[in-house]
């Protein structure tokens, strides 16, 4: 097996796949702010029960992902976990 396919071989295990991966995502037509809450909170209580949730987190910060939930995150905030790291290599 590849490096490339031993390290995401975790996906096979997440939570997500199947039909509910619909709410990991913003549609394409416009979704209220309201109606996008409704859909994260969805998607990060799936997360809770995922046997690979830091997996999926490492992966999405490490690739910086900029769309979703991944390891129970949206993209804000990984983007705060991004920005405390790089605060903290620079100081």
């Known amino acids: 097996m590849s490096a490339l396919l ?3 071989a975790w996906q096979v295990r997440a939570a997500c796949r199947g ?3 619909i709410v990991f ?3 394409a037509h416009f979704e209220r702010k309201d109606e996008k809450r409704e ?3 969805h998607a990060k209580a799936i997360c809770l029960t995922c046997s690979v949730q830091r997996d999926c987190l490492d992966y999405a910060l490490r690739i910086r992902e900029q769309h979703g ?3 129970g995150l949206s993209e804000n905030e990984r983007k705060a976990i991004l920005a405390e790291r790089e605060a903290v290599i620079a100081n």
């Open 6 to 8: 031993a390290d995401q």
């Open 19 to 21: 039909p509910q991966s």
């Open 25 to 27: 995502f913003p549609p």
């Open 39 to 41: 859909r994260e909170e």
């Open 69 to 71: 939930i991944w390891g």
